[in-house]
């Protein structure tokens, strides 16, 4: 991860693109403990483990997630990830 995406601690991600249809990726994503800025990409994502605090830089109410979530984010939006318990997510992205 680069160090200006790095809020605190050491994390690091993963990621596994599973199969891609109509312009659609779908794949698992994973982040360790810590935190990260972030400018997302159109995506719906279920929690499948861990927990953590999504936080938008426009003011929007946070998000705490846990195992079971579903979200969408929209392309562009800054976000700060604060991961409590390593984060595993399936998501669906275009872009």
Avoid: C, I, N
């Avoid at 929007?60 to 846990?66: I, K, Q, R, V």
């Avoid at 979530?69 to 399936?90: F, I």
């Amino acid at each position: 991860m680069p160090a200006d995406q790095v809020v605190t601690g050491a994390p690091t991600t993963g990621v596994q693109t599973l199969t891609e249809f109509a312009g659609v990726d779908v794949g698992v994503w994973e982040m360790s403990v810590g935190g990260m800025r972030d400018v997302e990409v159109d995506e719906v994502f279920v929690v499948l483990s861990g927990s953590a605090r999504v936080e938008f830089a426009d003011g929007s109410p946070g998000l705490d997630l846990g195992s079971g979530d579903v979200v969408r984010l929209a392309a562009g939006t800054h976000t700060v990830w604060t991961v409590t318990e390593p984060l595993r997510k399936v998501y669906l992205s275009a872009g």
